[in-house]
């Protein structure tokens, strides 16, 4: 596996969680990672994304709650979730933008009960 996201779970509304995201050496990108997420019946969105310059960006919906973050050695990438509410309920994945290529993890699931 290329990219392995973990970390998802049942949590209760504003609880938190943190996933994490291992990446292969061949697809791990200094330049640009990102998180994204898709709920039941609805497109995948832009979480967070991270630049080689370590620059963080955020999905207003998120903005002040989750928080990106990576180990460059380790080749990890991290998003911190707090102030869980059930519209965080979704499968969510890691994606490394790499030689004009976008790659994709499997996704983990977190699931915010009310």
């Known amino acids: 596996v290329q990219l392995q996201a973990s970390g998802g779970g049942l949590v209760q509304a504003g609880g938190s969680l943190r996933l994490s995201c291992t990446a292969s050496p061949g697809i791990w990108s200094v330049t640009y990672m990102a998180w994204y997420r898709q709920a039941s019946g609805k497109d995948r969105e832009l979480v967070a994304s991270i630049t080689g310059g370590g620059i963080p960006r955020y999905a207003d919906s998120v903005k002040g709650r989750f928080s990106i973050s990576r180990d460059i050695r380790a080749h990890q990438l991290f998003l911190q979730l707090n102030s869980l509410n059930s519209e965080d309920t979704a499968v969510y994945f890691c994606?490394?933008?790499?030689?004009?290529?976008?790659?994709w993890g499997q996704g983990t699931l977190v699931t915010v009960s009310s």
């Open positions: 994606m490394s933008r790499r030689g004009g290529a976008e790659h």
